[in-house]
Each structure stands twice: as C-alpha cells, then as structure tokens.
C-alpha cells in the first residue's frame, strides 16, 4: 500500500514532491491518506483559508460530527503524534484522527524555562487570538505556554507552536502540508462558535503499562497529575475541566453524580492495572533523547529520498527514545491453583502415583530380578573374598553385556 501523490511541503516556498512509497502499518496510512497528506500543494496565497481535505471531512460525518463541531488536540511525544478529536452529535468527543509529528525536542518532562529547548506537557488553551495565519514556519498557533501550573512552579518560556516546517526549539513541527490542515479543523470550530479549544500535551499514551514502566521516572508525580485528566476524559469523553491548586493539576468533578461514579470507577480500574503490572514484575525504564524525537513515518519517508525542508538537529534523531532499564523485569511467578495442588499432595493422587509406578506390589514381584541376582551371585561372591578369585569376567574392551534374564552375563 503506498502514495500515488505527495503534496508535503518541503519547507516555506518549496515545491511539492512526488509520492513515496511507504510500508507503515494500514491503519496509519489510512489516517494520513485521509488527509492533506496526498493532496496538490497550497499557495502561498489564502493558505490560512484553504478548505478542510474532503476525506478528512467524510472521516467526520462518518464519525457523527462536522467541520463546525468544537474540537480537541491531544499530543504525545514519545510516540511523535497529535490527535484530532471532535465531539458528536452525542455531546462525547470523538477520534478523527491522527498526524505524525515531523519533529519535537527536548526529553519526556515539562518543560521549565526559556531555551531549554523542552516542548511543554500539560493541559493548555487555545483562543482564536493564538492562531497565526502570518507565521514563518507556514501556518501556526500558540498553544498557551506557561499556563497556570507552569507559571506555578516558576516555568518561563513563550511561543510554542504548533507549526509547518520540521525544526523545532521546543515547538510541534508539523511541516507544512500538515499544519495547514490542523490549522483549517481549528478554523472551522472558530468559525462553528467556539471560543478556545483544549490543547493536551503528554509524554506518551497515558495507558497503566507506560506508567508501570516510568514509574522510576522523576516526573512521575507530574505524569499521575496527567493521567487523572486523561483518563477523565477517557471515561466520558468530555473535555475535562482544569485547574491549579497549590501547584498541582485539579479537575473539577462532573456535576451528575452518578457520571462522577463512573469516573471514579474508571480511575480505580486504571491504578489496580498500574499495581498489577508492578506486582507481575513490570521492567522500570528511563527514556532519553539526544535532542526529542521524530515520527517513523517522517523517518521513512526521508530514508527512500523524501525531502523534508529544514530539519532541525538531524543527527539527535539517531539517539531518539533509547531506554535505559532502571529496574529490570522480574519473571513471572508460575501460579498454580488451589484446586490443583492441593489435588497433588492429596492422598488420592499419592496413591495413583503410587499405584502407576509399581510401588504398591510386594518387593519380589518389584524387583524380581535383583533379588533373583542377588540370591544367585552371594554366595559366589562371597566364596570369591574367602579364596581371592573374582566371581566375574568382564571383558576389558567393548560394551559390558547386558543382563539375561535378570542375571548378569557370564562367560
């Protein structure tokens, strides 16, 4: 499966590529091929204005919702990808789906302060005013860095984008074609009446396993406060409602109590899933980057000759995602049940082994022929001790004789 036409931008001016062939996974491709990926480059011209891709906008209707309907980013690093949720006609939030992020920087974490080169993780805001139909990087918008948890803990920083081209100083490089139509689905839900839309940053997918195995991690405080969001959001669907008190991340709880039971559920369930993986001996890992990291797609697509513009640190990408075991995995213990053991030390299947291995029978019906043997040879080798000959000949080379009958062979 594979591009017939290729319309990425190879940075601000370029002219389009052709098409490369491309052996990701089918379900990745269909994401990207439902989108502005494959589509005739934009001019420079109106580009703030260019419509949403028509597949993109059949992936919305079959997914009960429409280019007017409120929208919702959702990022994760380590995996290099952003995704595009909608909500339905069913008031919930739905999955469209997913881009490919060309380029992000710095290490899993939040980032802290001005030139750290950190690309931010949290829960951020973004009104209309922070869309950028006039960026550098083709198309862009600032997703609200520091916001109140930053500002909290002392984070400096600003103008983190989301934008075209593949460079980043701490930004989401998207490349051009991309940008421009993530810019086109938040100008729809402007245009559709919404007044911000929600900006969710994680370090990776906030599942029990990724947490189980960055438990070590220094962050991990900070990425429990994440994934309380995240799985709100998760349960019901719904953009979770935010804020900060004393430092730490807040969600406000549901207003129907029977839906807050529902979260509430859904919380427990994921922690119990968090302690099981420890408890089954869940590696501990730190991941390390050189310089952030880069979707497989973009990587590639620039392996088969793919131009993608301006790259920022190229060299760092070789060094992406290494992990480094901080405590190592423990086998899992064999678990027998009860009912089962408890059959093995019963006397019923002692006696069966007993019985199967022939040790109920007398001994001379067990062992006839040692006792055979041993009532024959006896006396002989007891006369051969009194007059010092020996009882038996074996010959110095070659097999020794196998037993006839019981007894040993003799000459």
Known sequence: MGFASHGIRAGRGAQPRPCMVSSLRPILLATLLAGGL???????????????????????????????????????????????????????????????????????????????????????????????PNSSYYLSFDVGYPNAYDRAHGSTGSAVMVHGVCSSMGCFAMTDAVVGEIYAIAREAFAGGQAAFQFQSYPFRMTAQNMARHRADPNIDFWRQLKAGSDRFEALGEEPVVSVVAGRYTFAPDKDPAREARIAAHLAEEEAKVAQAVEQGSAAVRTTYSDGGQHAFWAAFAAKGGSLGEVSRPEALAYAGQEVVVIPARPRPVVVAEAVWSRWLGPELRLAFARSAGLMRPAETRFPPLLTTYADSLPRLVRAGLDGTAPFEFPLEGPIPAPESGRLARR
């Open 38 to 132: 494959c589509v005739p480059g934009r001019a420079e011209v109106g580009k703030a204005l260019a419509p949403i891709p028509s597949a993109t906008l059949a992936l919305m209707q079959a997914k009960g919702t429409t280019a007017a309907a409120p929208v919702l980013f959702r990022a994760y690093k380590k995996e290099s990808e952003i995704e595009v949720w909608k909500r339905a006609a069913s008031g919930r939030f739905v999955h469209v789906k997913t881009f490919p992020i060309c380029r992000w920087s710095g290490q899993l974490g939040p980032k802290r302060k001005t030139g750290d080169r950190q690309t931010p993780e949290g829960f951020y805001t973004v009104p209309k005013r922070q869309m950028n």
